[in-house]
């Protein structure tokens, strides 16, 4: 079983409604599922569209074929008709959007959703209700489940709302089952159900995982979402999460919090990163922890705001003036950025520097679904000296110079010692200085003591496939869950492996010789959606390796397992 859902139509009809509703059904009745969403940069109209994939084994990618195709609007069936399979099924209302040319392959199903929810919901705003359970309708599922969600969803709004709601879907349902007379989409069995969680949740959960007690950020695509799910939970965890004026006043704000003792954080996409550069140097200077939650998206400038893409890596590593040691993560899957943000958290306050957890718009809106992830793996350790450990300094230097560079981090105001610092060159106590051997000891504290040991922590590359390949396909961030598709499906017949970086920068002191494994491929494919090789180019730079081909894609949309594996085709053919 693999099915694929495609919910189509214009911003504002509830597509996101239809979409969440469907994937937490699934979810909880034990299926893998996989969502991703496409959506215009505006409130209401433009073409968007919710995927959701479906199976009984695990799932990692989206996929072109659709086996049941939602149409919202008429644009919906021009735009997706085509993807839809051999017995696959296009519903739509008709009473809604018109008579339609029926195009493609797939069966046509007219369920007139808005005079059902009418009937049945007494409101044509339930219309969205009726699709939901039409679907569940073809698949012949059970409405157990989504009536549970119903009842919480509209909790609040009282016993009316919900049992109208609970109706709309029961109508929905009867009609699919009653008029689909082509329906042959049969469910595999049940198993336990599953966590659904996409890469926004799991950074900011595993951000209160972490122990961060302060969030500062100005609202910004794909970040924003960060900011909303630490500001539901704030009560619950004591968190203060502060909607900045600006970007520049988001990350000060952090660096703030950090300097006063607590773990911060902020998040922002690229143009609102620019802004934030100079205090991120301030960063740099002070050795102060903080954490950046970074979203990338297809620029320069606003570009397409809503859309995906791989292009701020060397922006990220670059960024700022002065030299000073940074780490940047960059999760391939929800879980990764679950643990990466612990990992982001652990490395900022244990180095006293910038971690970066770099991620992009398609990581950010996908939800993939986990059996639970390991709450034994995070791992806190306070590394800042407060009261107690601080009455042992009878002169306490917050910027002492170490074998390590690592410096004792106290805490401001809970004890005698003063603690001082400046974003001016300064001395051991903070204060300032210009004399040019302070100067020298203090960047070779800073940069190159830390350095050694930052590589120690940072964790190789993820192997996966066959353990001698002719062919590696090699990738960071949010194209993991393709490359492992593909690997799966090629390695039928051919000796292929994937390499993929989350541990992005620096990299890695050794662990495994990933280097020597790349050398010993007939065939080395960098697969990045960036239209400059921003890895590749890295890869040459720090390790002095060069892929043999390259394949990258700009325009703003994710891979699909069918795309990548056309691209694949051509270096295949030179094995």
Known sequence: MDYSIKIGGEAGQGIQTIGDTLAKVFSRSGYNVLTSQDYESRIRGGHNFYQIRISNT?????????HILIALDRASIEQHAFEVVDNGQIINDSSAIGEVKREGKGFYLDVPFTKLAIEHG????????????????MLKMELDILNAI?????????????????KSAQAGYDYAVKNCLHCSLIPAPLSGKKMLINGIEAIGLGAIASGCKFYSAYPMTPSTGIMNYLAGKEKEYGIIVEQAEDEIAAINMAIGASFAGVRAMTGTAG????????GLSLAGMTETPVVIALGQRPAPATGLPTRTEQSDLLFTIHAAHGEFPRVIFAPGTPEQAFYLTNKAFDMAEKYQIPAFILFDQYLADSGWTFDAFDMSRIFYKDYRLREEELKNFNNYKRHAFTETGVSPLGVPG???????????????DGHIIEDAEKRIKMVQKRLFNKLPHIRKDISPPVLYGDSKPRLIIAGWGSTFGVMKEV?????KNKEIAMLHFSEIYPFPATVFDYLTLLKNAEMTVCIEQNATRQFARLMKAEM?????AHINKYDGRPFTVEGLLRELDVSIRRL
């Open 487 to 491: 690997v799966d499906i090629l390695s």
């Open 414 to 428: 809970v004890s005698k010692s003063l603690i001082v610092t400046d974003s001016d060159e300064h001395d051991e």
């Open 58 to 66: 695990p799932v990692t990618a989206i996929s072109e074929n659709v």
């Open 122 to 137: 007494s409101s044509k705003i339930m219309a969205n209700t009726v699709a939901t359970g039409a679907v569940l309708g």
């Open 271 to 278: 143009g609102g990163f620019a802004l934030m550069v100079e």
């Open 544 to 548: 002095g390796y060069e892929f043999k």
């Open 150 to 166: 119903i009842k919480d969803t509209f909790k609040k709004k009282g016993e009316g709302v919900i049992n109208a709601n609970i």
